[in-house]
């Protein structure tokens, strides 16, 4: 029996799941590329997103989230969102 239409909705919950992370810059150089994220995301969280929105094309995907001090480029690791004060931007690594 097919689903009603109403089955294919998203709903608000998961909505709000869904803008928890969002990718801000798809690639930076050639393995790294930039997250907005609400700032309790787990590594988890963030690399699912970005394995399932923006696939890295390497065999293990994108497998770290950079929160070192250094932020891995020689920048300061996550930066505060300048739209949002409870987000951070995070370098994701492949």
């Known amino acids: ?7 294919f909705r998203v709903g608000r919950k998961e ?13 930076i150089g050639i393995c790294h590329m930039q997250v907005c994220a609400i700032a309790d995301a787990t590594d ?4 699912a997103v970005c394995n399932h929105e923006n ?9 770290s989230v ?9 920048t300061p690791g996550p930066k505060q969102c300048a739209d949002d004060s409870s987000r951070l931007h995070f370098l994701v690594a492949c």
């Open 1 to 7: 029996m097919p689903r009603p239409l109403s089955a």
């Open 15 to 27: 909505k709000e799941a869904m803008n928890r992370v969002v990718i801000t810059r798809a690639m």
């Open 44 to 47: 988890a969280e963030i690399l």
């Open 55 to 63: 696939m890295s094309g390497t065999t293990l995907g994108w497998c």
């Open 66 to 74: 950079d929160r070192s001090v250094d932020g891995g480029l020689g």
